[in-house]
């Protein structure tokens, strides 16, 4: 069932950064401030010097000049706010500057909370192994009878020092959800990391004698223990299972009476109750299909509970976990710089789409006027969680979409070996910045070309995009994706590998391959 969407018009300019900025007031006020300060400042100063000339008595006079200046820099501030491309950059500063502020004064309390994209991995019947976050999942052979698509999620929920002593140990959170709820034929060998131990001179108790608990998590009966053998090794725990959605393993002291299953749901309760997924689908359109969903729920939330489609595609979605407090929301605004952008008739040229769990949006796409002829059209959605007070930091995070043309694109099907590599570049200069230097050396790159590329562009992210062209152009049979995937997993860029195999599932696919071979 929907609940209503919200549409409100975000001023229309052609530099405009639609739903990124939705006041000038902070500004305005932080100039107002600035202003009253430094003159304050500047009236106390000379009405407590004394005059050092008597032939010079300015020193005495109303502070004329600072005057002048705190009022020039004071209209720079809001005249910056009133253009729309220095608004946007102008208030994140800001915004950024009090954010720190704040951290300062309430030093180790002050946390801040980003977004977090969850993976998506493809299951074959040959079994593979996959390897995220300090966790392992290891598929059999045999284990599934056709293709299977899983997302993987890790969290670890605070638990307080008190809270804490009742534990000898404590691993992370494992989330799967499968596009096909179905047990698997043969079990999955799961490592879970220990994120927390006790340490060895806390007292009290022989820490071997705890008892290690698995619990498991559905949403049809909550958490409850799960029986299995379990293998403790150095830094984890392993066991077995047919059958995914949440596991959480404990190693509880003894000299702990109380129900392990109730503190674990109420602890889990108290973590998830602020937790919301943000996903987009299908990320990849093949024309003439060019539907897109947006879809916000909470995490508790089955998506399949109220929204189904047959062009949402677990395979081919985003799937973003953001924290909303209170009466929070999500808005998101399709960037018209890029090929693809939103129907009219769906999302008038600045707008922006409000979310609120539960939600589901859907537009129809469509390649931008000025976009040259080609096999594929990128676009990208900017979404911001607005802040609930100025102080704050708003969560802001990208997805990025694809218009494909049908025919052109059906020999990527029975040849992917062939594919070009450019389909990627786009994405990877969007999210490689400070480190294109470092990825142009992996890519053999010599460092006189690299200066070269430095010097004639003028931001990262045009370095990285001529970097990868020269790539292409220069190394002829070597261009292959495998390369490029291959030298983003050395320099550890794993938000970048994973937001690949998101936009592209054939990508994906062949990752898990490469793990299970392994």
């Known amino acids: 069932m929907d609940r209503p969407v919200y549409i409100r018009n975000a001023p229309k300019d052609d530099n405009s950064q639609p ?7 902070l500004p305005f006020v932080v100039a107002l401030l600035f202003a009253v300060i430094l003159f304050s400042l500047t009236w106390v100063f000379n009405a407590l010097a004394p005059p050092a000339n008597v032939t010079s ?13 705190t009022i020039v820099i004071a209209a720079v501030i809001m005249l910056a706010c009133l253009t729309s491309t220095s608004q946007f950059y102008g208030f994140l500063l800001l915004e950024r500057l009090f ?35 300090d ?59 220990w994120v927390w131990t006790r340490p060895t001179a806390a007292g009290g108790q022989d820490e071997s004698a705890a008892t290690t608990v698995v619990l498991h998590y ?16 150095d830094g984890g725990v392993i066991f077995q299972t047919d059958h995914f959605q949440s596991y959480w393993v404990l190693a509880v002291l003894q000299n702990w009476s109380d129900n392990i299953v109730n503190w674990c749901r109420k602890t889990w309760d108290d973590y998830i109750k602020d937790k919301v997924y943000v996903i987009v689908t299908p ?18 939330e089955n998506i399949r509970d109220f ?10 979605q985003i799937k973003q976990r953001i924290v909303l407090k209170g009466d929070q929301k999500v808005e998101a605004a399709f960037s018209q710089d890029e090929d693809v952008v939103t129907d009219p008739r769906d999302l008038s040229e600045g707008e922006t789409i409000v979310l609120c769990p539960p939600t589901r949006r859907s537009v129809r796409l469509r390649r931008n006027e000025s976009a040259t002829q080609k096999p594929f059209y990128d676009g990208k959605i900017n979404f911001i969680v607005k802040p609930r007070t100025w102080t704050e930091a708003g969560q802001r995070f990208e997805a990025f979409v694809q218009l494909r043309e049908g025919p052109a694109h059906k020999y990527r099907a029975n040849e992917p070996q062939s594919r070009d590599t450019s389909e990627y570049f786009y994405y990877v200069k969007e999210k490689v910045t400070k480190e294109w ?4 050396l992996e890519l053999g790159i010599s460092w006189d070309d690299i200066a070269n590329i430095e010097d004639r562009n003028n931001d990262n992210k045009s370095r990285c995009r001529d970097m990868l062209w020269e790539w292409h152009k220069g190394k002829g049979k070597a261009v292959t994706t495998d390369v490029l995937m291959e030298a983003l997993r050395k320099l550890s860029l794993m938000s970048v590998l994973h937001g690949l195999e998101q936009l592209y599932p054939e990508l994906a696919e062949a990752t898990t391959g490469q793990a299970g071979a392994q």
């Open 135 to 193: 966790v392992t999942l290891k598929f059999p052979e045999s284990g599934v009878m056709e293709t299977r698509t899983i997302t993987v999620e890790v969290e670890n929920p605070p638990i307080s020092s008190a809270e804490r002593a009742k534990f000898a140990a404590m691993s992370a959170v494992l989330t799967v959800e499968q596009n096909v709820p179905q047990r698997f034929l043969r079990p999955v060998t799961v490592r879970l990391p």
């Open 307 to 316: 929204f189904e489609s047959s062009d949402a595609r677990f395979d081919s």
């Open 57 to 69: 008595p300015s020193r005495n006079d109303p502070p004329g000049i600072m005057a002048v200046i």
């Open 283 to 300: 990320v990849v359109n093949t024309l003439p299909e060019r539907t897109l969903h947006l879809v916000c729920l909470h995490k508790s």
């Open 99 to 133: 954010f720190r502020v704040k951290s300062y004064l309430k030093g180790k309390e002050m946390t801040t909370t980003f977004p977090s994209m969850i993976p998506t991995f493809t299951i074959r019947p040959q079994g593979c192994t996959i390897r995220y976050n």
């Open 19 to 25: 739903g990124r900025v939705s006041s000038c007031l």
């Open 218 to 233: 559905s949403r049809d009966e909550g958490w409850t223990t799960f029986q299995t053998e379990v293998q403790k090794e």
């Open 437 to 440: 230097q470092d990825l142009a």
